[in-house]
């Protein structure tokens, strides 16, 4: 089926621990974002790539670094999990975003 | 950047009409969302409104946009126990047409 598909859908970390969140489109999209949801704040803004080659900081960039592989894939890395980034990642593409994005089904991510 | 505000809850009764509320702050988003969340999935668009727009209809969805009071609200006719779901509103700007998204209205059908 087509759309987002994120991996992996859950995920435990130590404190410390590195990982990436990985994260793949296949609707031919130009822009890919990543978000993260907290109990009633919403989805706030990590990182975004308007276009395969650029990313930029959005709302919440620090303790994340982001790479656009290629138009299909865009990854999140965590260098160091802190407790505060316990929550719930989603991944989302757009074709420049008019019309809305298409979310992948989330990465729920617990560090203890 | 773009500020969005809903209220937190909503319950309405099977069968009644629900109107979920929104407020924002950016009068130069283009266009304007509302995305419905069930429980553990990711989030599904439901409707977006062009910003010249005062009203639009989708079968049992009204997005009524009032830009002067930068106010945005869904109505959903009829609702059923299917609807109950967090809904938000998202409004767009930036190179990239970055979502900024409302805290989320928590709708509960009750039978």
């Known amino acids: 089926n087509a759309g987002v598909t994120q991996t992996p859908k859950f995920q435990v970390l130590k404190t410390g621990q590195s990982m990436t969140l990985q994260c793949a489109q296949d609707m031919n999209h130009n822009s890919m974002y990543w978000y993260r949801q907290d109990p009633g704040m919403g989805l706030r803004l990590i990182y975004y790539s308007a276009s395969e080659g650029t990313t930029d900081k959005g709302e919440v960039p620090n303790g994340y670094n982001v790479s656009r592989l290629n138009k299909r894939e865009f990854s999140l890395r965590l260098e160091s999990a802190a407790p505060s980034q316990t929550s719930v990642y989603f991944c989302?593409?757009?074709?420049?975003?008019?019309?809305?994005?298409?979310f992948g089904s989330g990465t729920r991510l617990t560090v203890v | 950047g773009e500020d969005v505000e809903q209220s937190l809850f909503l319950s309405v009764r099977e069968g009644d009409s629900s109107v979920i509320n929104c407020t924002y702050t950016d009068s130069s988003s283009t266009y304007l969302y509302w995305y419905k969340q069930e429980p553990g999935a990711g989030l599904q668009l439901l409707t977006y409104?062009?910003?010249?727009?005062d009203m639009k209809q989708d079968q049992r969805l009204t997005v009524l946009l009032n830009k002067k009071d930068k106010h945005l609200s869904l109505r959903i006719a009829d609702t059923q126990t299917g609807d109950s779901a967090i809904y938000f509103c998202?409004?767009?700007?930036?190179?990239?047409?970055?979502?900024?998204f409302g805290s989320g209205t928590q709708l509960t059908v009750l039978p």
């Open positions: 409104i062009f910003s010249n727009m």
């Open positions: 989302a593409s757009s074709d420049y975003g008019d019309y809305g994005y298409t």
């Open positions: 998202a409004g767009s700007s930036g190179s990239a047409r970055q979502l900024t």
